[in-house]
């Protein structure tokens, strides 16, 4: 550890586990009610509550590029700031957002991958960076 105490809590960061080194992303087959889509099975659950904004977000989009087409995400987070930037995220990741439900001061954020089901690959994974365009092609 570097005398200014950055290199654990990067490497966690990095990592996506939790201080005491659990994995925070877990394949948890339960089902809730959702309002306006019904009972629904969650396949890919975050337990985030008292993480920070960033690490929420990173987390999250780390989950949403992994998951696979149908499955039901479900992030639980006391960070308002995150709980207000994921569903504007969730697009961009070829995901729709669900619903946004608060219990006391914890939010349960519930994502649905979208996609091809005969191309289960996340959209954008394929693209290269930095997209280059010919001239004439808009960007």
Known sequence: ???FGLVVP??????????HGQQRESRAMKTVRLPRHGEVT???SLP????TCLRTNLLTKRALSRARVGDIIEIESDNLSAV??????APNHDCEH?????????WAIYL???GD??????????QTWPLKFRKGEEE
Request: with cysteine.
């Open 48 to 51: 985030l509550k008292g993480e």
């Open 42 to 44: 969650i396949t890919v």
């Open 112 to 114: 649905r991958r979208r």
């Open 10 to 19: 990067l490497a966690l960061l990095l990592l996506g586990t939790s201080p």
């Open 84 to 89: 207000e930037t994921i569903p504007f995220m």
């Open 117 to 126: 089901a005969n191309n289960p690959t996340p959209a954008g994974a394929s």
């Open 98 to 106: 669900l619903v946004t439900m608060q219990d006391g001061g914890c």
């Open 1 to 3: 550890m570097s005398s």
